[in-house]
């Protein structure tokens, strides 16, 4: 069992940032491709990052490309989601999600273990 918490989340204006942490336990952290997953009312589940097992291969859904970053630090056992140039649109609960796949997995149904889920509210 892979065990993930969220953390970060919050209200901020738009054009703002913010930087999300997924702390994992339970199992080797560097055994699992890693990803990120939002969702806003009324609207399902949708990718917004994911990352390989060592950090050195990356995607973005199109909607945040060139504003959100992803990374990893194995040592930590932790993935990140730092967040830029904020739109009201990106306000959601967002997952953190970690997958058997060692490589970037980018389907929720691939993802083994999921989080809680933090709340982000961007303000226009």
């Known amino acids: 069992q892979v065990q993930l918490v969220e953390s970060g989340g919050g209200l901020v204006q738009a054009g703002g940032s913010l930087r999300l942490s997924c702390a994992a336990s339970?199992?080797?952290?560097?055994?699992?491709?890693m990803g990120w997953f939002r969702q806003a009312p009324g609207k399902e589940r949708e990718f917004v990052a994911a990352i390989n097992w060592n950090g050195a291969n990356t995607d973005y859904a199109r909607s945040v490309k060139g504003r959100f970053t992803i990374s990893r630090d194995n040592a930590k056992n932790t993935v990140y989601l730092q967040m830029s140039s904020l739109k009201p649109e990106d306000t959601a609960v967002y997952y953190c999600?970690?997958?058997?796949?060692?490589?970037?997995?980018?389907?929720?149904?691939?993802?083994?273990?999921w989080g809680q889920g933090t709340q982000v509210t961007v303000s226009s």
């Open positions: 999600g970690a997958s058997e796949y060692t490589i970037v997995v980018v389907n929720t149904n691939q993802y083994n273990y």
């Open positions: 339970g199992r080797t952290f560097s055994n699992y491709g």
